[in-house]
Nanobody
Framework: VQLQASGGGLVQAGGSLRLRCAAS????????MGWFRQAPGKEQEFVAV????????SYADSVMGRFTISRDNAKNTMYLQMNSLKPEDTSVYYC?????????WGQGTLVTVSS
């Protein structure tokens, strides 16, 4: 599977952005999908994950209640709605697809939150 993340940009603290991850192929619904991020000089960290059907989700404590992960299997697309953004959310956001223990990564989209 090939992944293409988009939707990043510059936003003021308290604002919102919606990230999008478009996947190639016809097997999108067989992948567990997730978002990760990496800030400058820091290690990559988990943000959110969604099950194959979309029924189950999980979030990092740092984004719980502010971010919402979703997917549309008919459109081969995953989303991350980010609200109440904080400067510490500034990172490159990567979408991830996992199946049978193998991870696939998109190229990342930069989110910058100004104070």
């Amino acid at each position: 599977v090939q992944l293409q993340a988009s939707g990043g940009g510059l936003v003021q603290a308290g604002g919102s952005l919606r990230l999008r991850c478009a996947a190639s192929g016809r097997t999108f619904s067989t992948y567990i999908m997730g978002w990760f991020r990496q800030a400058p000089g820091k290690e990559q960290e988990f943000v959110a994950v969604i099950s194959r059907s979309g029924a189950d989700t999980s979030y990092a404590d740092s984004v719980m209640g502010r971010f919402t992960i979703s997917r549309d299997n008919a459109k081969n697309t995953m989303y991350l709605q980010m609200n109440s953004l904080k400067p510490e959310d500034t990172s490159v956001y990567y979408c991830n697809a996992r199946r049978m223990g193998i991870d696939y990564w998109g190229q990342g989209t930069l989110v910058t939150v100004s104070s």
